[in-house]
């Protein structure tokens, strides 16, 4: 039986993708304006039509047309586009053109003809006046012919087996005459957390999520490369187990990567001023460092919410990265991963600001994974597991600058006042990953 073919707009490097081929979905197609998250799409899902595009004016057609899906019926569209207005006393807050993008999904939902769709937003949109946005939002998919889930619901990562606290309003629709989705009941606790479920199982905490993994300190290669080969690893937690696919269930319901576990991937070092170590060292585990503001992770506890900071169009702000609650550092880029719920297999941008932005700005895929989960049920569908191994994309893909990456989609390079890759000394050591990394049934 053929799966179930989704469509991912505002797709970022893919953390909802992710979920929903996890859960059993077919992600045909991933719509995305920025060409670094392109490309490292592209990388992860090489079978994924990858559509360098703004939502602004896009048609249906050109989608169906570039994943060749002909008629085929879309059973899921699902993304998170940006809003930012606020509301104004006598106006719609819809009408605020910096909620444009907003519109452009619902439009693109109803020409897709898709039977169901998933929203999500930020928490801030469930309070105060931000709400009447939401009513509206509401309204304007009933008019084009779907039922939402009400009320609607703001899930949290942690009580997804996420050892992050990230909350997310999510919306949940249907065409009418379909079976509007169910919210998916928390299935962990968050670690030490007081407001416990009952019944639930303690979710995996910051140490269970990285304690396998080895100090990228060690390794003086990670100052020039994001990669390196390791003779060993530490004892995994079953949460990070999953995350090296050490387990039968690691793949879930998605297809298989053809990759290299041998190597430690996304974990280019950071270079701290012994200052600043000493200041992390002597912060306590849980609270915030005061210069820096900088968080220290909590062994026995979960991560604060990972952020993305801003894109070179607007300022190139890089959000902290928290302390490693073992060592006085940030956390490498694949530890952050490890924190929002990425197989190790999943690889980022290899310049460490990229690679932080990608998984700021993501779903983490259990949380995706869970409410996709919810739509296939929906559709009274039963997800079949996935044997045949899929090789992964080019990985000059993840070395890419933003022109480079723009060339490669054939779109304009976007505005942008930061790229923190240049010099002919890199670009040789990608070369040499290329080859070295091509990779190989394992």
């Not at 997310?168 to 479920?197: M, W």
Request: proline share 7%; hydrophobic share 35%.
């Amino acid at each position: 039986m053929a799966r179930p073919i989704a469509i991912d707009l505002f797709a970022g490097a893919g953390g909802m993708s992710l979920g929903f081929e996890q859960a059993g979905f077919d992600v045909a197609a991933a719509v995305e304006v920025d060409p670094i998250h392109c490309a490292v799409h592209e990388y992860n899902f090489p079978r994924t039509a990858v559509i360098c595009s703004s939502v602004v004016g896009l048609t249906a057609e050109r989608i169906r047309r570039e994943a060749r899906l002909a008629d085929a019926e879309v059973a899921c569209v699902f993304g998170g586009p940006p809003c930012q207005g606020f509301s104004l006393i006598g106006h719609r807050v819809l009408d605020d053109p910096r909620n444009s993008l907003v519109l452009e999904f619902v439009r693109l939902v109803g020409e897709l003809k898709a039977r169901f769709f998933v929203f999500e937003n930020v928490k801030g949109l469930t309070v105060g006046s931000q709400r009447q946005f939401l009513s509206e939002l509401v309204g304007a998919f009933e008019q084009i012919g779907y039922e939402v889930r009400l009320p609607w619901q703001v899930l949290n990562s942690a009580n997804y087996g996420v050892p992050q606290s990230r909350e997310r309003l999510i919306l949940l629709g249907a065409r009418k005459g379909c079976r509007v989705p169910e919210y998916p009941a928390p299935q962990t606790n968050r670690a030490g957390s007081r407001k416990l479920l009952p019944n639930l199982p303690i979710g995996p905490t910051c140490g269970e999520a990285l304690g396998d993994l080895p100090d990228a300190d060690r390794f003086t290669s990670l100052l020039e490369s994001d990669h390196q080969r390791i003779s060993r690893y530490g004892k995994p937690s079953p949460y990070a187990a999953e995350l090296r696919c050490l387990t039968n269930d690691a793949w879930h319901f998605g297809h298989p990567r053809e990759w290299r576990p041998e190597y430690l991937t996304s974990s280019a070092r950071t270079t701290h001023t012994d200052i600043s170590r000493e200041r992390f060292a002597r912060t306590e585990q849980g609270d915030v460092e005061p210069i820096s503001r900088f968080f220290r992770l909590p062994e026995h506890g979960v991560s604060n919410t990972l952020r993305a900071g801003t894109d070179g169009a607007r300022g190139a702000f890089t959000s902290p990265r928290p302390i490693h609650y073992k060592y006085p550092r940030c956390v490498t880029v694949r530890e952050m991963a490890r924190l929002h719920g990425f197989p190790d297999w999943f690889r980022l941008h290899a310049t460490k600001w990229h690679g932080a932005r990608q998984i700021g700005n993501a779903v983490p895929p259990p949380l995706a994974r869970a409410i996709a989960t919810g739509v296939m049920q929906s559709m009274r569908i039963a997800p079949a597991r996935i044997s045949q191994p899929l090789p992964l994309g080019d990985p000059n893909l993840l070395h890419m600058e933003m022109s480079e990456a723009a060339e490669h989609f054939g779109v304009e390079k976007p505005d942008s006042r930061r790229d923190r890759k240049s010099g002919a000394k890199k670009r040789k050591q990608h070369e040499i990953e290329a080859v070295r990394l091509r990779l190989v049934k394992v």
